[in-house]
């Protein structure tokens, strides 16, 4: 391995961990919910995982 090639796959890393995935969700005109029932907490875990 070349030094160029460790030092642009540590940089790669460093980048890729200060990435993040965030979620919220709002029903209704006035209600927000900040929890969802077990159906749609795995419904959105699926959907989330499918883009993974």
Not at 35 to 52: P, V
């Amino acid at each position: 391995m070349h030094k160029d090639n460790g030092a642009k796959t540590t940089k790669d890393i460093e980048q890729t961990s200060n990435e993040a995935v965030s979620v919220t969700s709002t029903i209704g005109q006035n209600k927000s919910a900040n929890n969802l029932n077990h159906a749609q907490a795995k419904e959105l875990y699926i959907k989330i995982s499918s883009l993974l």
